[in-house]
T-cell receptor
Framework: EDQVTQSPEALRLQEGESSSLNCSYT??????LFWYRQDPGKGPEFLFT???AGEEKEKERLKATLTKKESFLHITAPKPEDSATYLC???????????FGTGTSLTVIP | GAVVSQHPSWVICKSGTSVKIECRSL??????MFWYRQFPKQSLMLMAT?????????EQGVEKDKFLINHASLTLSTLTVTSAHPEDSSFYIC??????????FGPGTRLTVT
């Protein structure tokens, strides 16, 4: 069964305290893995797409990596404005089917 | 680029009335759009996949006669909640599929049924 699991469910960090969010997936065939940021009361904002194991992408303090079983979103020296829920989604290569994780709620304390 | 808009951003309606929500891809064409529902502090729940020029594909448990979806052009999909009831109150989000299979989301519509 195709599924996506994110951990931890919630994470509180001090400003400047680096950490990683995990997205584990089990799918029959991976077309792409996507990371999104969602602020309360808003739609998700696209961050990264990863297509194959070993791929990495960076944007400001965020870096996403991908293996055959999981993806990590590394946050380096986070700031309070990085506080949000981070969602990961996997698309299978058998169609336009997407599977979303339940998200990690990140709070960065000044 | 890759901007998706939704209108209205919030709406309050009375029980029994219908509400239409528009989803537009502003700077790209989208043959496929998705409609999601999101409850507080929960992840996205896919309601249906909308393909331009054809009938929408609904997820199991979603009433197609209650949630009418029309995707009449490559930049516009609409969701109509018919005979709305308080339990339909939720945050509705649409997304449009980009050229590299990434989804670009709209800002969402907060529906409150009184």
């Amino acid at each position: 069964e195709d599924q996506v699991t994110q951990s931890p469910e919630a994470l509180r960090l001090q400003e400047g305290e680096s950490s990683s969010l995990n997205c584990s997936y089990t799918v029959s065939g991976l077309r792409g893995l996507f990371w999104y940021r969602q602020d309360p009361g808003k739609g998700p904002e696209f961050l990264f797409t990863l297509y194959s194991a070993g791929e990495e992408k960076e944007k400001e303090r965020l870096k996403a990596t991908l293996t055959k079983k999981e993806s990590f979103l590394h946050i380096t020296a986070p700031k309070p404005e990085d506080s949000a829920t981070y969602l990961c989604a996997v698309q299978t290569n058998t169609g336009n089917q997407f599977y979303f994780g339940t998200g990690t709620s990140l709070t960065v304390i000044p | 680029g890759a901007v998706v808009s939704q209108h209205p951003s919030w709406v309050i309606c009375k029980s029994g009335t219908s509400v239409k929500i528009e989803c537009r891809s502003l700077d790209f064409q989208a043959t496929t759009m998705f409609w999601y529902r999101q409850f507080p502090k929960q992840s996205l729940m896919l309601m249906a996949t909308s393909n331009e020029g054809s009938k929408a594909t609904y997820e199991q448990g979603v009433e197609k006669d209650k949630f009418l979806i029309n995707h009449a052009s490559l930049t516009l999909s609409t969701l109509t909640v018919t005979s709305a009831h308080p339990e339909d109150s939720s945050f509705y989000i649409c997304s449009a599929l980009g050229g590299a299979y990434e989804q670009y989301f709209g800002p969402g519509t907060r529906l409150t049924v009184t």
